[in-house]
């Protein structure tokens, strides 16, 4: 077996056996992996925090003809914050779980990692409403699929003046002479707008430096469920525990 170091934040944690755990890891070297912690629940385990969702560090694994096993780690963040906050853990549960949908094994996933990290950082930080946060998450995780709306121009002309409606079934922007047949046209307040442009370009590191008007950010909410209603085709568990507790429609 060869022994690997692999950078990432551990998705998912379950138990298996007696004293085993089984996670999900999404790594910077080799995407999403699926690996064994032998031992890890054990009290006395050198593993028995570090392979929690959340963690984020280094992990040396072994890696067999099927499956990975953890052989240490060390981690560098814990996000500890966020296992006192429940509402900051739901909100970051449903991350995790969007983020294991999305990538995949062997697959380039350095921007998801990327973009999952500064938004659990963001959760950590009093003066950006959470609700904000799993907004531009979604959109900019969506981006990063391939499947993030056009937001710049009329998706099927390339007009940039007039006024340009916002429609989700067309998938962006999309001007007078182009959306005759459009029936969910939505006219986006300039502010919303501004917000989604600059959260589909800027910076992963700089995403998270902004805070709207309410009224932005009831258009933002009112835009991103429409758009997961039709673009993400799952029903996220950890979402509807979210949803639950904080009064979310």
């Known amino acids: 077996?060869?022994?690997?170091?692999?950078?990432?934040?551990?998705?998912?944690?379950?138990?298996?056996?007696?004293?085993?755990?089984?996670?999900?890891?999404?790594?910077?070297?080799?995407?999403?992996?699926?690996?064994?912690?032998?031992?890890?629940?054990?009290?006395?385990?050198p593993l028995v925090a570090a392979v929690n969702p959340f963690s984020f560090g280094e992990f040396t694994v072994y890696a067999g003809r099927s499956s990975y096993t953890v052989q240490s780690a060390k981690i560098s963040n814990y996000f500890s914050e966020l296992r006192e906050d429940m509402e900051g853990a739901c909100y970051g549960f449903y991350f995790l779980e969007f983020t294991s949908y999305y990538t995949k094994e062997a697959n380039d996933e350095r921007e998801m990692l990327k973009l999952l990290y500064q938004t659990l950082r963001a959760l950590t930080n009093p003066h950006i409403p959470n609700r904000l946060i799993r907004y531009i998450f979604e959109l900019r995780a969506l981006c990063i699929n391939g499947e993030g709306p056009q937001v710049f121009q009329c998706i099927s002309?390339?007009?940039?003046?007039?006024?340009?409606?916002?429609?989700?079934?067309?998938g962006g922007l999309v001007c007078p002479d182009c959306g005759k047949d459009v029936i969910d046209g939505i006219c986006l307040?300039?502010?919303?707008?501004?917000?989604?442009?600059?959260i589909e370009s800027s910076q992963i590191e700089k995403l998270y430096t902004f805070v709207v008007k309410e009224n932005v950010l009831e258009e933002l909410a009112r835009v991103m469920k429409r758009y997961t209603d039709v673009y993400v085709d799952k029903r996220f568990k950890s979402l509807e525990i979210l949803e639950t507790l904080v009064g979310l429609e």
């Open 1 to 45: 077996m060869n022994q690997i170091v692999l950078t990432g934040l551990v998705l998912q944690a379950a138990p298996v056996g007696e004293y085993d755990r089984r996670v999900v890891i999404l790594t910077k070297e080799q995407g999403k992996i699926s690996a064994f912690a032998r031992g890890a629940r054990r009290p006395n385990s």
């Open 157 to 170: 002309c390339g007009k940039t003046k007039g006024q340009l409606v916002f429609s989700v079934k067309k």
């Open 189 to 198: 307040n300039q502010s919303t707008l501004y917000s989604m442009q600059y």
